[in-house]
């Protein structure tokens, strides 16, 4: 059995071995999206190992987002 930890928790985790004591770091609140994230597991069936990726939340998120909001009416094609 393979154990991977991944950016994917809700508390952040040191790297394996660097961590002075178990639990949860401690990260400053603007840095927080650098250390949380998200995994994608891709399974395909046959002999094969599963492909694990890793994004944190701050790579994963545009860094400036664009919201815009048309209020016309939908009209059908002449």
Do not use: W
């Not at 660097?18 to 927080?32: E, F, N, T």
């Amino acid at each position: 059995m393979t154990f991977h930890t991944a950016c994917s928790t809700a508390f952040p985790q040191p790297q394996p071995g660097m961590a002075p004591s178990p639990g949860p770091m401690k990260v400053p609140a603007d840095q927080l999206r650098s250390f949380l994230g998200l995994t994608n597991v891709r399974y395909v069936e046959g002999n094969h190992s599963l492909a694990i990726v890793d994004a944190t939340l701050e790579a994963a998120a545009p860094a400036d987002p664009q919201v815009t909001i048309d209020n016309s009416p939908l009209r059908p094609a002449s």
